[in-house]
């Protein structure tokens, strides 16, 4: 097993575009030195500007999708993004359970970089009761981060992002990183949470512009650090130090948002002195 890449196996839907989803986590893992095996959970119609459509997979077809290679490759790491329907969101919950040993790295895909609605009240509510609390580590963004601790039946219920933070671990994942792209500030400053409260705060610069699968590639980049070996706070680390290096190299190949460029060290000019191969 030692020539293994690691392998991570995720659970997500596809995008056309390439910016996010299975594509983006496809590139990602690829890229971190992993082998991606990939689950599909819903088919999308969307470009870099926004979601227009979705079809849920069947889930029992997305069960067997998971089930059949989970019983021919060793798997390090699961990676949850978009599930698509209350019914995917309860098969992904079956398998992972039968397999606590692996970590479970899960990206709440909730609404389109536009503001697209992706889940609705009983697919959050499923996401509570079935897979957060299976969870290694969930990686919501400020928007995100509130939709799923609010308490629906409380109008007055207004939590800061640290409370938000408590209540996703107080229902059983261990650690909870809330990015800060939404938030207005002038560095984006993420913070990982654990148990005991801030294990970690990070701030990188704003960039201008928004990205595409910018949500898919950090929590990808973290299944892939967890998978090579790192420790939880090591490996939000590398993961975001990566994340930001793909939108700072990021381009706009359409009429919408940039996609982060997760190959970008292949394209970086070599160090003086250097040449490619075949150069004379």
Same mark, same amino acid.
């Given at each position: 097993?030692?020539?293994?890449?690691?392998?991570?196996?995720? /659970?997500?839907?596809?995008?056309?575009?390439?910016?996010?989803?299975?594509?983006?986590?496809?590139?990602? !893992?690829?890229?971190?030195?992993?082998?991606?095996?990939?689950?599909?959970?819903?088919?999308?119609?969307?470009?870099?500007?926004?979601?227009?459509?979705?079809? #849920?997979?069947? #889930?029992?077809?997305?069960?067997?999708?998971?089930?059949?290679? $989970?019983?021919?490759?060793?798997?390090?790491? /699961?990676? +949850?993004? !978009?599930?698509?329907?209350?019914?995917?969101?309860?098969?992904?919950?079956?398998?992972?359970?039968?397999?606590?040993?692996?970590? $479970?790295?899960?990206?709440?895909?909730?609404?389109?970089?536009?503001?697209?609605?992706?889940? *609705?009240?009983?697919?959050?509510?499923? %996401?509570?009761?079935?897979?957060?609390?299976?969870?290694?580590?969930?990686?919501?963004? &400020?928007?995100?981060?509130?939709?799923?601790?609010? *308490?629906? &039946?409380?109008?007055?219920?207004?939590?800061? %992002?640290?409370?938000?933070?408590?209540?996703?671990?107080?229902?059983?994942?261990?650690?909870? %990183?809330?990015?800060?792209?939404?938030?207005?500030?002038?560095? +984006?400053? *993420?913070?990982?949470?654990?148990? @005991? @409260?801030?294990?970690?705060?990070?701030?990188? #610069?704003? !960039?201008?512009?928004?990205?595409?699968?910018?949500?898919?590639?950090?929590?990808?980049?973290?299944?892939?650090?967890?998978?090579?070996? !790192?420790?939880?706070?090591?490996?939000?680390? =590398?993961?975001?130090?990566?994340?930001?290096?793909?939108?700072?190299?990021?381009?706009?190949?359409?009429?919408?948002?940039?996609?982060? =460029?997760?190959? /970008?060290?292949?394209?970086? =000019?070599?160090?003086?002195?250097?040449?490619?191969?075949?150069?004379?």
């Amino acid at each position: 097993m030692a020539d293994l890449p690691p392998i991570v196996l995720v /659970f997500a839907a596809t995008d056309p575009s390439g910016g996010a989803g299975l594509q983006a986590d496809i590139m990602a !893992l690829s890229s971190m030195g992993c082998h991606p095996l990939t689950c599909v959970t819903a088919l999308t119609i969307q470009d870099t500007m926004g979601v227009e459509d979705m079809m #849920a997979i069947d #889930a029992e077809w997305i069960a067997d999708q998971a089930r059949c290679v $989970l019983e021919d490759m060793p798997v390090s790491v /699961f990676k +949850v993004g !978009l599930l698509g329907s209350v019914e995917a969101i309860t098969a992904v919950a079956e398998v992972v359970s039968d397999y606590p040993e692996i970590p $479970l790295v899960l990206d709440p895909v909730l609404a389109s970089g536009r503001g697209d609605e992706i889940a *609705n009240d009983e697919m959050i509510a499923a %996401l509570r009761e079935l897979l957060i609390p299976q969870c290694t580590i969930v990686t919501p963004n &400020s928007i995100e981060a509130r939709r799923l601790a609010i *308490n629906e &039946s409380d109008d007055n219920d207004h939590p800061d %992002l640290a409370e938000c933070a408590r209540r996703l671990i107080a229902s059983g994942c261990e650690h909870v %990183l809330i990015t800060g792209t939404h938030e207005n500030t002038a560095e +984006v400053i *993420n913070t990982l949470y654990g148990e @005991g @409260g801030v294990l970690r705060t990070d701030s990188w #610069a704003r !960039l201008p512009g928004s990205y595409h699968g910018s949500g898919c590639t950090l929590a990808s980049a973290i299944a892939a650090t967890l998978a090579n070996g !790192l420790a939880i706070t090591d490996a939000v680390k =590398d993961a975001q130090e990566y994340t930001w290096q793909t939108l700072k190299a990021g381009f706009r190949p359409g009429m919408g948002q940039h996609i982060p =460029d997760r190959m /970008f060290w292949a394209r970086e =000019d070599p160090p003086a002195g250097e040449h490619e191969p075949g150069d004379s």
